[in-house]
């Protein structure tokens, strides 16, 4: 088939449009015939609503899988993660297994969480056994840091207790579900602050699984010096990341953004903490994503017109475990400073050459294999078809003397005999 | 022979007058003290027992480490009759300039001083004393008004003076020949050319394996990077200052650096070490300079816009007002051919009773003095320790960054060697740049003053700073400017403005540093 790829997009982001622009792709709109369409979430929803009917052609691709939010929705993703674990403790693999205190040895990466109104009172008896914790509060529709707040004292959320016991359970607004979980009061400190991962994952099929990471993530720091004291419980900037509330403090810098690149926090760690355990920390990282995208593939619906660019955010606390704490379907694509401009540009750029080969009109029949050399700054993070075929290390980076190596191989035959069980 | 004789006892006399002053001497002392109880020591052999014991306890290693640091920092006097002024710069012509340089800055200061009406130093009232100690971890958040001070002075300045150097005794004729230095420094130094650079820096060359070379990801590790692991944590093991630097020159695995640094500047951290810098912690909380601001100043315009030093605006604060404060720096003064500025109390001018050095250490910090200690973080996040190294590092190598003198290593002499490298074996580029008013030397001047921080990635810097150690000097700081010269050659001719050429070079940070130096040193033709 001849001819441009024909673009659509209802985000209007200098980021994309230039991309798209370089590659001699046509703008139209909606309405008319496109092969490729950049959408928001919100238009996803649209597009595979049951009401609309639409039906996508072989040459049409977009870039959200239908049912995402199965992984982006924060109640939802919890969800996802505990019936996997539950599943593959119920087949005796050994990734279920636990310590002596019950907590999952490989599977525990997820902070403790709770749906509110649902689970308030699992949560009340949990929040009894450690009273001088501190829980984080977080409504599940939303994104960029907003309405959520910390507690750490039970009063400060009567509400939604009283709503689930006086009124008899109707399914509430999503709109008004929260997620109550384990605040991390111990983060790993970077001269005195704060910081948490933004680590880009793009998915091209979820059965079989195959995703890549994008090597150039980055750290994200807060502004304000990180004090657990619970006077600064209502500081936003002291405790959430995002730099759509950074932006606004007052010691917000506009040249460096409050960001890190990946490779300088893995020089840091190394030569402050030694190379085994950086690489124990980042093979660790790896693991999880990789582990979330799994919990998720069943219920997934593997539409082939799809692929998917999420934002992971990941916490590491001081002893050097990572924690998962959200993945976003729709990572910001501003940008705050010019070297964010440049990131977010050739990250878009690799997922355009990796989701839509050579730059051509699509086939969405096509085995969603591109050659190594369009990777750009992508590395295989997981391609199932490759761990099941020859048994090789694929599924971590491969570098020798890995620390997860004995756990890791295990894994992979257990990973797979779960993956046939699922087929 | 007898000459030799004569002066290795006087190295020996001096070497063991320090020592005896240091921490060491005492706690060899109390060693020895101790040892007495252990059963293998006797009475006749008392001398030889407790020296096998210092051998097998590892303190034998401890001295030998002190001593090899003492012949690396201390110029040893070269002749008995020498004065002092002698050790700090042997040419008067030097020390004179030095002097004047000194004198303006110091007038620099005071003016600034009088035009705002603030004190040099004042002690702080009890509730501001309060305060700054609850905020002793996050300096960063607060806000001065910091815009009527200007920093004393920046590298432009300083290059201004060195260019009007001259020799009084040296008399160049009017006549151009080939001998002719066409740069901007006009003082007959000797600097080494290629040839001897390959001597001295013979384990970079390229049969010799090196990390930020060897150790990519193309090369499998089994060929030299393994190894070269392997014998650094002997190295640490046998906790020898020698072997370290020796083996820094290739270069210092991540893992291994921070120690590896430490033992190279022979930092212990002891409890007096910690206690000392509380004590001089206690020193900033009670006393307020006016440097102190000068610093502030400082680490918002340079450190706290830089991508990879951000993170560290409060160790940068931590470390630099102590620094200020810490009259131990004063004896670097006996070697550095500056000296320390003297300031009167009040109403006491001209009286030597009266006469106090400002600030306490004698250093008076200028546009970019804190990048010095920013990449330190990336290795050190406990604050004495920091505070530690950087002062040591400051009293090794940086000082001859910004005084004026005849040292190798100095300032002078780098800017020499850079510019001597340049026209001797990049003839073309250095005319052509020349002719469009873009001397080499006005770029190149401020990577060299920061020893390249804040323009290098920084992993690359501490690759180039292993190589400081491991060399005892910064002559390699001109031979990487040169390289960088020579590597963007290609660009550098077709530009025609001093400011495009600025441009050319503005940005490093995708550079590597050792394939430019090897390229340069080993692979160009000479």
Redesign the interface.
Same mark, same amino acid.
């Given at each position: 088939m001849a001819g441009k790829v024909k673009w659509v997009t209802d985000i209007e982001k200098s980021v994309l449009i230039n991309n798209f622009e370089k590659r001699g792709w046509i703008q139209v709109t909606e309405n008319e015939d496109w092969n490729f369409y950049w959408m928001s979430v919100q238009t996803i929803r649209n597009v595979f609503s049951v009401e609309t009917g639409y039906r996508l052609s072989d040459d049409q691709i977009v870039n959200h899988f239908p049912n995402h939010y199965e992984l982006t929705r924060k109640d939802l993703m919890v969800k996802n993660i505990k019936r996997y674990r539950k599943e593959l403790e119920k087949e005796g693999s050994p990734l279920a297994e636990k310590d002596e205190n019950g907590k999952y040895l490989y599977l525990d990466f997820v902070p403790v969480t709770y749906m509110l109104p649902a689970d308030y009172n699992l949560f009340v008896e949990e929040f009894r056994k450690s009273p001088s914790s501190t829980w984080i509060m977080k409504p599940c529709g939303k994104a960029q840091g907003k309405g959520i707040f910390l507690i750490n004292k039970l009063s400060q959320i009567k509400k939604w207790s009283r709503d689930s016991k006086t009124s008899s359970f109707v399914s509430q607004s999503s709109k008004e579900a929260y997620v109550i979980s384990l605040y991390i009061s111990n983060p790993l400190l970077i001269g005195g602050r704060k910081f948490d991962l933004r680590l880009y994952v793009l998915v091209s099929t979820y059965r079989p699984l195959r995703c890549y990471m994008y090597k150039l993530g980055f750290c994200r720091f807060c502004t304000v010096k990180y004090t657990p004291s619970t006077s600064e419980l209502d500081n936003m900037f002291v405790h959430l990341t995002n730099v759509a509330i950074q932006k606004h403090g007052d010691d917000y810098n506009h040249i460096h953004g409050g960001k890190w690149t990946v490779s300088n926090l893995r020089l840091y760690l190394e030569s402050t903490r030694g190379k085994e355990v950086t690489s124990k920390l980042f093979d660790e990282i790896h693991w999880i994503i990789v582990q979330s995208l799994k919990a998720v593939a069943p219920v997934m619906n593997n539409d082939k017109h799809c692929f998917e660019c999420y934002g992971y955010d990941i916490i590491i606390d001081d002893r050097l475990k990572p924690w998962l704490i959200e993945v976003n379907a729709s990572p910001s694509l501003t940008s705050s400073t010019a070297n964010d401009r440049i990131l977010k540009y050739n990250l878009i750029n690799d997922t355009l050459n990796i989701a839509v080969p050579n730059g051509e009109i699509p086939d969405c029949k096509w085995n969603k294999s591109p050659p190594k050399e369009v990777l750009g700054n992508y590395e295989i993070l997981y391609d199932e078809e490759l761990a099941q075929g020859d048994g090789a290390d694929r599924e971590l980076r491969s570098r020798p003397g890995q620390s997860l190596g004995p756990k890791g191989s295990r894994s992979r035959d257990s990973g797979r005999t779960g993956l046939t069980t699922w087929k | 022979m007898l000459q030799e004789e004569s002066d290795l006892s006087l190295i020996i006399a001096h070497i063991v007058q320090k020592l005896k002053g240091s921490s060491l001497y005492a706690q060899l002392e109390r060693q020895a003290w101790t040892s007495l109880q252990r059963p293998e020591i006797k009475l006749e052999s008392l001398k030889e027992d407790i020296k096998k014991f210092f051998k097998i306890s590892g303190w034998e290693k401890k001295l030998q480490n002190a001593v090899y640091s003492e012949l690396s920092v201390f110029p040893l006097p070269s002749h008995p009759a020498a004065p002092p002024e002698h050790l700090k710069e042997p040419l008067v012509y030097m020390r004179k300039a030095q002097g004047s340089w000194e004198k303006r800055i110091l007038k620099s200061l005071n003016s600034m001083c009088t035009e705002l009406s603030i004190p040099l130093a004042r002690k702080r009232p009890v509730g501001e004393q309060k305060e700054l100690l609850n905020k002793w971890? /996050?300096m960063? &958040?607060d /806000?001065p008004d910091l815009s009527l001070f200007r920093p004393v002075y920046a590298p432009k300045d300083f290059l201004e003076v060195l260019i009007n150097l001259r020799n009084p005794n040296y008399e160049n004729g009017d006549s151009l020949s080939f001998r002719t230095h066409l740069g901007l420094i006009q003082v007959p130094l000797k600097v080494k050319d290629i040839p001897e650079l390959k001597e001295s820096f013979v384990e970079l060359s390229l049969n010799t394996g090196q990390l930020g070379i060897d150790d990519s990801t193309q090369v499998p590790?089994e060929l030299f990077e393994n190894e070269h692991v392997r014998i650094g944590q002997k190295v640490l093991e046998e906790q020898d200052s020698a072997a370290a630097q020796q083996y820094i020159r290739q270069g210092s695995? &991540?893992?291994l650096?921070?120690e590896l640094w430490t033992l190279i500047l022979n930092i212990s951290s002891q409890p007096e070490d910690i206690l000392y810098y509380e004590q001089l912690k206690t020193n900033v909380i009670q006393h307020d300079l006016l440097v102190d601001s000068l610093i502030y100043k400082d680490v918002k315009l340079t450190a706290?816009? *830089?991508? !990879?030093y =951000?993170? =560290? /605006?409060? !160790?940068l604060y931590q470390v630099l007002l102590c620094f200020s404060r810490d009259t131990s720096v004063l004896s670097h003064f006996a070697y550095n051919s500056a000296s320390p500025p003297k300031s009167y109390i009040r109403g006491k001018l001209g009286l030597e009773e009266y006469a106090v050095f400002y600030p306490p250490n004698g250093v008076i910090p200028f546009h970019g003095f804190s990048m010095y200690v920013a990449p330190l973080? =990336? %290795? !050190?996040?406990e604050p004495s320790k920091l505070y530690q190294i950087f002062r040591e590092m400051y009293v090794r190598f940086f000082f001859r960054l910004h005084s004026i003198s005849s040292h190798p290593s100095g300032i002078v002499s780098l800017c020499l060697l850079f510019e001597t490298l340049l026209q001797t074996y990049l003839p073309q580029l250095f005319y052509h740049l020349r002719e469009i008013g873009a001397q080499p030397l006005r770029i190149s001047f401020k990577w060299m003053v920061r020893a390249f921080s804040g323009y290098l990635a &920084? *992993?690359q810097l %501490?690759l180039l700073w292993d190589r400081i150690l491991g060399y005892n000097s910064l002559e390699i700081l001109a031979v990487l400017a040169a390289a960088v010269f020579a590597f963007r050659a290609v660009n550098l001719m077709e530009v025609t403005s001093l400011a495009a050429a600025e441009a050319v070079l503005a940005d490093l940070s995708t550079l590597k540093v050792m394939p430019l130096l090897q390229i340069f040193l080993f692979a160009t033709v000479t």
């Open positions: - | 971890n /996050e960063g &958040t /806000e590790p695995p &991540t893992a650096r921070a706290s816009n *830089d991508d !990879y =951000f993170v =560290f /605006e409060d !160790y973080c =990336f %290795l !050190y996040h &920084t *992993d %501490l």
